[in-house]
């Protein structure tokens, strides 16, 4: 019996640090590998102190006297319940937090789909883009040039600021998906490439 919740116990942590690893891999939200491992770093350290908590106290609750068991066997029982509710706690918190991104991406996509067919009908399509307080690298009236070269195709780009909100950037997707047939019928095929080229003549020109 003593054995068997040893083996218990190891099973669960291994359980829990797979959930705790992966739960976020199954998010609606499109994550770079990078970034997501860095958000982690914290909630490792979290995850540590929880796990030697739980050690803590098994050892203190331990010391009880229960039903004439060893010191081990009570540890071992008292550390899997603790185990137990916390795989309950994580499968709970990792279910409601891809729920409610999903249903805050699927809303924020709709918002931006029916702004795309707005934008379209006006010819004034607008990518959206995090990028903060940019310094200008090139002049004012250089700068009018190529957003003239942009405006030629239908498009303009415009900065929302620092904050990088990323179910904004992955439904932003949705907004280049529904624009995309109206660009390509209005510039014609390859009309990123020809306009990247004219963009790319009067940089030559400024160096």
């Known amino acids: 019996m003593k054995k068997k919740f040893i083996y218990?116990?190891?099973i669960l942590i291994l359980v829990i640090l797979l959930v705790f690893i992966f739960g976020d891999?199954?998010?609606?939200?499109?994550?770079?590998?990078?970034?997501?491992?860095?958000?982690?770093?914290?909630e490792w350290k979290m995850l540590s102190i929880i796990f030697?908590?739980?050690?803590?106290?098994?050892?203190?609750i331990s010391l009880i006297d229960i039903k004439n068991l060893k010191y081990?066997?009570?540890f071992s029982r008292v550390f899997f319940s603790l185990n137990c509710l916390l795989?309950?706690?994580?499968?709970?918190?990792?279910?409601?937090?891809?729920l409610t991104t999903k249903s805050e991406l699927t809303k924020r996509e709709n918002e931006l789909i029916k702004e795309a067919k707005r934008d379209v009908k006006d010819d004034n399509v607008t990518y959206k883009f995090a990028g903060g307080l940019q310094l200008p690298m090139h002049?004012?009236?250089?700068?009018?040039?190529?957003?003239?070269?942009?405006?030629?195709?239908?498009?303009?780009?415009?900065n929302t600021g620092c904050i990088v909100d990323l179910i904004e950037i992955q439904a932003q997707e949705k907004y280049s998906e529904t624009v995309?047939?109206?660009?390509?019928?209005?510039?014609?095929?390859?009309?990123?490439?020809?306009?990247?080229?004219?963009i790319e003549l009067i940089k030559r020109d400024i160096r």
């Open 72 to 74: 081990i066997s009570k």
């Open 87 to 98: 795989l309950l706690f994580l499968i709970y918190n990792f279910t409601e937090l891809y």
């Open 25 to 42: 891999y199954f998010s609606p939200i499109e994550m770079k590998f990078q970034y997501w491992w860095s958000t982690k770093y914290l």
């Open 8 to 10: 218990l116990n190891a």
């Open 52 to 60: 030697l908590s739980f050690a803590f106290f098994s050892a203190v």
């Open 139 to 158: 002049t004012q009236k250089n700068e009018n040039r190529i957003d003239s070269i942009r405006k030629k195709y239908g498009i303009k780009y415009k």
């Open 180 to 198: 995309k047939p109206y660009l390509e019928k209005r510039n014609g095929k390859n009309w990123e490439y020809k306009m990247q080229k004219e």
